[in-house]
């Protein structure tokens, strides 16, 4: 019998195709085909030319599904294993994925001009407000966050409007002043609400992060006011401090027994969006009561868990606040609330000084599904050890404040 052989190459080209198809969908396929392999035959004449003058907004931000990136992943893969920023894959939509490429470790100097948007005292001391607890903030130095918060535009939003559309290129990140937003995804033709934002938070990084089209829609539920940071600042500031961060968080995260089932790029993932935070001796990091909306993992230090509670054993005390758990390095808490929907359940308190790695709740669901069952089995056990200090059962979502 004779060998058929498959031409190098041609698995690849059909697979773009077929993902094109799903995602856009179009009625004619033979007419979609036509077009989509002559744009691919195009983009490929044009990466394989070299570059006359760098390229300019609109040529950057022209939506071309995938076949100039296919083009230039292909042309320039070599290149691309030094960088350590994640390389957008065959199926990204940008165009500029090598320009806009960061090696963090060469420092090139930063010639681009600084993008300056001119605040009133009263903007910038609002901006600062709603910037405090970003947490792709966190570890800016001072010149970095003051560059960023120049940078920075008010946008007021009215009820029902799109902010970000998905499947649409990544122009702005933003930060909530104040305004409820729903999170819709849209998969299989199904539209699905994964989560709001309440008059705090930031949205928009991923597809400025990674050259991804835009992974979710974001509707205003009620009218609201954004901060918006174009694309150059964000890649040119955070995207470059998150190289960095990945190389200091890289080999505490791997150590994190929760995280150990993740792939490698999963856990560089949780590094691009968590903030170090640190908290003093006897601080209190978690209110047992509050509405929850950060993960936490302690990268040293210890937490102290107490609890107030109704049950039988700690009536005559009161309302007194009872020790249920102790939490060292690399252990993980405030997982409880973020799982159930409910308020926090306990308090947690700094003992000695405490570094912790925060998430919020939006990366929590995105980014730790695969470790849902682990967690799960702990909580499990909190209500054992809450038996077994009180001697009698008690509700974990009963705050009994
Ligand atoms: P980006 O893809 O740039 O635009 C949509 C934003 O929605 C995305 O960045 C995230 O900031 C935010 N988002 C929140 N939850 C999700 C989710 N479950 N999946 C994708 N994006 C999400
Ligand atoms: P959460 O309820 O979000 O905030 C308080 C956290 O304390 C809780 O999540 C758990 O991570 C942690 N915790 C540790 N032990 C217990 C326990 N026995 N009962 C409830 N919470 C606990």
């Keep these: 019998m004779s060998h058929i052989q498959i031409p190098p190459g041609l698995t690849e080209l059909l697979q773009g195709y077929t993902v094109e198809v799903l995602r856009q969908q179009p009625p004619d396929l033979v007419d979609f085909a036509v077009s989509y ?74 010639t681009d001009p600084r993008v300056i948007h001119p605040k009133t005292d009263q903007q910038r001391s609002r901006l600062q407000e709603a910037c405090k607890d970003i947490l792709l903030f966190k570890n800016l130095d001072e010149e970095q966050l003051s560059q960023v918060l120049d940078a920075m535009f008010e946008r007021t939003v009215k009820v029902d409007e799109h902010v970000i559309d998905q499947g649409d290129d990544g122009d702005n990140f933003y930060v ?51 901060w918006g940071l174009d694309r150059v600042t964000f890649r040119r500031i955070i995207v470059k401090n998150n190289a960095k961060k990945r190389k200091m968080f890289e080999s505490f995260i791997e150590s994190v027994p929760l995280l150990k089932s993740l792939e490698v790029s999963e856990r560089m993932k949780i590094v691009d969006v968590i903030g170090e935070k640190i908290y003093k001796d006897g601080e209190r990091i978690i209110t047992q009561g509050d509405k929850a909306d950060s993960f936490y993992i302690i990268e040293s230090g210890e937490v102290s868990i107490l609890i107030r509670s109704k049950t039988k054993a700690n009536k005559d005390g009161g309302n007194q606040e009872v020790e249920i758990a102790r939490c ?6 405030g997982e409880l609330a973020l799982v159930t929907n409910k308020p926090r359940a306990a308090s947690a308190y700094a003992v000695g000084d405490v570094k912790c790695l925060v998430m919020d709740v939006q990366a929590f669901e995105r980014l730790l599904g695969p470790c849902m069952d682990i967690m799960k089995r702990n909580i499990s056990h909190y209500e054992e050890q809450l038996v077994k200090m009180f001697g009698s059962s008690m509700d974990l979502n009963d705050p009994g404040q």
Excluded: W
Aim: proline share 8%; hydrophobic share 30%.
């Design 37 to 110: 392999f002559t744009r691919l035959r195009e983009a490929r004449a044009r990466a394989a030319s070299p570059p006359t003058a760098p390229p300019s907004d609109s040529q950057r931000l022209e939506p071309d599904p995938g076949l100039v990136a296919d083009a230039v992943a292909e042309s320039s893969s070599e290149d691309d294993e030094d960088l350590d920023v994640p390389i957008p894959n065959r199926f990204d939509r940008r165009v500029s994925v090598c320009a806009e490429a960061y090696n963090p470790d060469e420092e090139e100097e930063d």
């Design 176 to 226: 909530i002043e104040r305004g409820t937003y729903d999170i819709l995804v849209t998969k299989d033709s199904q539209i699905r609400s994964v989560g709001q934002y309440d008059n705090h938070g930031s949205f928009g990084e991923l597809a400025l992060m990674y050259n991804t089209p835009r992974a979710a829609t974001i509707v205003a539920t009620s009218e609201g006011s954004l």
């Design 328 to 333: 060292h390095k690399g252990q993980y808490f």
